[in-house]
């Protein structure tokens, strides 16, 4: 045990109620003591004394006189006297506290003491100088204010560096922050060239001199210049009030982001591309509703999978993916709040949440600390155990490249080993952990003891959900049925009630005015982007939807409605018929034969594309599960769906255009390009089904050869005018 007391000559000690004067101290380590009282001598080893003080059994009643320190005659106001009285405070309420000396305990100490010390009128003050003022500065039970004042000169030191260096230093800081690259370590570089320049011969400042220059100068303006508007921001702008709620499901936040993970197909092995994770998080109990894995950046048809999600129960979800806690949170939330995308804000979304019964507010724009909610499960989500799985992307690509990282060699997890670690991380993980925004307590247990007070809502049909979470659209109803994207719905005995239910209703009348003419009906319709095989027709009459199914369900079976425009035009462009059901057929079969012969070869956008043509889709159907609750439970509580209490034809006003200005722009654009005789961009996933361009010959040389010249080939899907144009790849 290492000495911390002197044990001086005449230093008086109180030992188990006895006082004792240090006579002597031999090379040894004993101590020699003289009793007060009586003048008995006795010996103690200075490890035991030591010991013997750390336990409060000895105490110093007296000690030594301290060296005055050259200090100048303090004010009652100086600051270094203030200091002092409120350390010396902190040293004897710690002395009489019997806390530990360790670091960790003195921290502890402090902030359980806080309160008491502000309510004296003391400053709070740091572990390390608390430790080190209790075991430097006096001992207990005779530590004086003398040695509390710090007795260094508060006088304005000069500058003690050359000019040539505050200018090279200046000059380094505003490297650093002209570049959002720049590193701490290029800056000094570029600090020391500056005074190789110059023609300096003393010693250069350190690096972490610069350092300490840089973070004085970590003004919000020199942020905002080298990390942008974002986390200028963060850093400095004061946190929004953000949505309240006192109950479960009153408020449920819901966001996304990059995961930056590479995501397999679990059928083909291809990758599928970067998972976005959505989460909905009760603002409340701070329990996780829902988390679904999308792509292709924040789409509608991802959201409303995430709500589907939100509405239905987890009773499999234990058994399914192993996890070591069940997942019983879930219900009709009353608020959500989202961010202000464009397809959250659309007529699609809006009818949705109307018809369920959700009132949705959307999130200032400018403003995400608006839902800082999810900002704690976002960064659990990534630092435990996302990142870890293969094809994960933690670094830039400039960086990974030049460390030769390749993402897509390594990816490895599927869409189902991605679901399987979310799960596991939500559940067993996060929903455990003690929260701080709800006072320490876990999210299971906060959701456990609301839920029980204030009951849990639930949509009683599952089924009816499914029909409202669709993307919203409007058609003419025929004798034929509905004509939507270049496909057919139509079923005979559907239609016919359609027809009975809403064309006497109609106004103006029946429509066509032939007497063999079809009644026609302008209808409300919902369909799901991932699944082309049917569409649903809203009957105002009965208050419910009516499916209609595609009439060639063998060429629409698991396609989805942008794979079937994409065959559809590729079938047209070869100059071949696409009106039966064999031709489409037929079709599908070579579209998806041509992308497993040119896939190997492609990269870039044309590889991502036939990834989505290929990939399987996911229709909102396979998100519904049966509804199955404990009835004996008095807090879940059925509730049915807003739509069946309508009072109008279910359709929605369209709401203010967003983007109006960028789309504008780029009509113009067309028009422009169009006038001037230039092809158009072409459809995104065109590009997979081109040929591949053939290398034009070059005659032998022996100078260097240039770049190969390719040539690509355009046609216009309308006019079938086949145009070229030439590039070079490197």
């Known amino acids: 045990m290492?000495?911390?007391?002197?044990?001086?000559?005449?230093?008086?000690?109180?030992?188990?109620?006895?006082?004792?004067?240090?006579?002597?101290?031999?090379?040894?380590g004993t101590v020699v003591l003289v009793a007060k009282v009586g003048g008995a001598i006795s010996t103690i080893a200075a490890d035991d004394l030591e010991q013997l003080y750390h336990d409060r059994r000895a105490v110093a009643v007296e000690a030594p006189e301290k060296a005055e320190a050259n200090l100048p005659p303090l004010e009652a106001t100086d600051k270094r006297l203030i200091a002092a009285r409120g350390l010396l405070w902190w040293c004897n309420h710690f002395d009489v506290s019997g806390c530990s000396r360790s670091r960790n305990a003195i921290a502890r100490f402090i902030k359980s003491s806080t309160g008491t010390a502000e309510r004296k009128g003391h400053s709070p003050v740091t572990a390390t100088q608390l430790e080190r003022a209790v075991c430097q500065r006096g001992v207990p039970g005779s530590r004086k204010l003398k040695d509390m004042i710090d007795g260094?000169?508060?006088?304005?030191?000069?500058?003690?560096?050359?000019?040539?260096?505050?200018?090279?230093?200046?000059?380094?800081?505003?490297?650093?922050?002209?570049?959002?690259?720049?590193?701490?370590?290029?800056?000094?570089?570029?600090?020391?060239?500056?005074?190789d320049e110059v023609g300096y011969q003393g010693a250069p400042p350190s690096e972490e001199t610069l350092g300490l220059r840089i973070g004085a100068a970590a003004t919000y303006e020199n942020i905002l210049r080298k990390f942008g508007?974002?986390?200028?921001?963060?850093?400095?702008?004061?946190?929004?009030?953000?949505?309240?709620?006192?109950?479960?499901?009153?408020?449920?936040?819901?966001?996304?982001?990059?995961?930056?993970?590479?995501?397999?197909?679990?059928?083909?092995?291809?990758?599928?591309?970067?998972?976005?994770?959505?989460?909905?998080?009760?603002?409340?109990?701070?329990?996780?509703?829902?988390w679904y894995i999308g792509f292709g950046g924040e789409t509608l048809a991802s959201v409303f999978r995430l709500v589907m999600r939100i509405l239905m129960p987890k009773t499999g979800l234990k058994a399914l993916h192993g996890l070591l806690n069940d997942h019983a949170v879930f219900g009709l939330p009353t608020q959500i709040v989202l961010d202000n995308a464009t397809a959250q804000v659309g007529r699609s979304f809006v009818d949705a949440m109307t018809a369920i019964g959700i009132d949705a507010e959307w999130a200032p724009v400018g403003s995400p600390t608006y839902k800082s909610v999810c900002e704690r499960l976002h960064w659990t989500i990534k630092s435990k155990g996302l990142h870890s799985i293969g094809g994960a992307k933690p670094l830039p690509r400039q960086q990974m490249a030049a460390l030769g990282i390749d993402p897509e060699?390594?990816?490895?997890?599927?869409?189902?080993?991605?679901?399987?670690?979310?799960?596991?991380?939500?559940?067993?993980?996060?929903?455990?952990?003690?929260?701080?925004?709800?006072?320490?307590?876990?999210?299971?247990a906060a959701w456990d003891r609301l839920t029980k007070i204030h009951g849990q809502p639930y949509v009683a049909d599952?089924?009816?959900?499914?029909?409202?979470?669709?993307?919203?659209?409007?058609?003419?109803?025929?004798?034929?049925?509905v004509r939507f994207r270049n496909l057919r719905f139509h079923d005979q005995n559907t239609t016919t009630d359609l027809l009975l239910d809403l064309v006497p209703k109609k106004r103006g009348g029946p429509g066509r005015k032939g007497k063999l003419s079809s009644g026609t009906a302008k209808v409300k319709m919902k369909w799901d982007p991932e699944d082309a095989s049917r569409i649903l027709v809203w009957n105002g009459i009965r208050k419910e939807y009516a499916i209609l199914p595609n009439v060639d369900p063998r060429f629409s079976e698991g396609l989805s409605f942008e794979s079937c425009e994409i065959i559809r035009r590729y079938v047209i462009a070869q100059g071949e018929e696409f009106e039966s059901e064999a031709d489409r057929i037929r079709g599908r079969a070579r579209v998806l034969d041509l992308i497993d012969s040119l896939s190997p070869g492609l990269k870039g956008k044309r590889l991502t594309a036939a990834r989505r043509i290929t990939s399987a889709p996911d229709p909102l159907g396979r998100h519904v599960m049966e509804m199955v609750v404990d009835e004996t439970n008095g807090s879940f509580i059925p509730?049915?769906?807003?739509?069946?209490?309508?009072?109008?034809?279910?359709?929605?006003?369209?709401?203010?255009?967003?983007?109006a200005q960028k789309a504008s722009r780029t009509a113009k654009a067309t028009r422009a390009r169009k006038a001037a005789g230039q092809p158009t961009p072409e459809h995104a996933f065109d590009a997979v089904l081109k040929p591949t361009p053939t290398p034009v010959p070059l005659p032998l040389t022996t100078t260097p050869a240039p770049p190969a010249l390719e040539v690509e080939w355009r046609q216009n899907t309308k006019s079938g005018a086949v145009s070229f144009s030439r590039y070079f790849e490197e």
């Open 152 to 195: 260094r000169s508060v006088a304005e030191h000069p500058t003690r560096m050359d000019e040539v260096v505050e200018e090279a230093i200046t000059f380094a800081v505003a490297y650093y922050y002209d570049r959002r690259a720049t590193k701490r370590r290029d800056a000094y570089v570029k600090l020391r060239s500056r005074l």
């Open 409 to 444: 060699v390594t990816a490895v997890a599927t869409l189902g080993d991605a679901d399987r670690v979310l799960a596991s991380i939500i559940v067993d993980d996060y929903q455990r952990a003690p929260h701080d925004g709800i006072g320490e307590v876990a999210p299971a």
């Open 639 to 659: 509730v049915g769906l807003a739509s069946a209490e309508r009072l109008d034809d279910g359709t929605t006003e369209p709401g203010r255009r967003r983007g």
């Open 462 to 481: 599952p089924s009816r959900v499914a029909e409202e979470l669709g993307t919203y659209g409007e058609a003419l109803l025929t004798r034929q049925g």
């Open 229 to 290: 508007a974002l986390t200028a921001k963060a850093r400095f702008k004061g946190v929004g009030k953000g949505p309240h709620a006192d109950r479960p499901l009153e408020c449920v936040v819901i966001d996304a982001t990059p995961s930056d993970v590479l995501i397999v197909d679990d059928r083909t092995g291809a990758i599928l591309g970067t998972a976005i994770v959505y989460v909905a998080v009760d603002v409340a109990t701070r329990s996780v509703l829902a």
């Open 2 to 28: 290492g000495l911390i007391m002197d044990f001086t000559q005449y230093r008086t000690w109180r030992i188990d109620g006895s006082i004792k004067i240090v006579d002597s101290q031999h090379h040894d």
